[in-house]
Nanobody, 121 residues
Framework: QVQVMESGGGLVQAGGSLRLSCAAS????????AAWYRQAPGKQRELVAQ???????NYVDSVKGRFTISRDNAENTMFLEMNSLKFEDTGVYYC???????????????WGQGTQVTVSS
């Protein structure tokens, strides 16, 4: 059983910064693609940023230039550096990891439980 755990959420004033982390509980898997999603109250979950194993990144337009996604392949971890936060960035942030089992090659998608980010205006 693999668990995915996020950390780093909290309450911050507009213009402030937060750094989210996401880690898989086991190292006998290879981290393939990884992504951050968020869900604001009353809205659908949306993709915020994604990163391939080779480091290619993609961002939703609303966070370009403010958020940076990164990863540590050796530790099966992923990060989201969020700067110049805005009220509309408020929501529950979820990480999604595509993990490949080393011995079978099977790839599955795993979700974290979510971490709350609240930006006060």
């Amino acid at each position: 059983q693999v668990q995915v755990m996020e950390s780093g959420g909290g309450l911050v004033q507009a213009g402030g910064s937060l750094r989210l982390s996401c880690a898989a509980s086991r190292r006998d898997f290879t981290l393939r693609s990884a992504a951050w999603y968020r869900q604001a109250p009353g809205k659908q979950r949306e993709l915020v940023a994604q990163i391939t194993r080779g480091g290619t990144t993609n961002y939703v337009d609303s966070v370009k230039g403010r958020f940076t996604i990164s990863r540590d392949n050796a530790e099966n971890t992923m990060f989201l550096e969020m700067n110049s936060l805005k009220f509309e960035d408020t929501g529950v942030y979820y990480c999604n990891l595509a993990l490949q089992r080393m011995y079978t090659g099977d790839i599955r998608s795993y979700w974290g439980q979510g971490t709350q980010v609240t930006v006060s205006s």
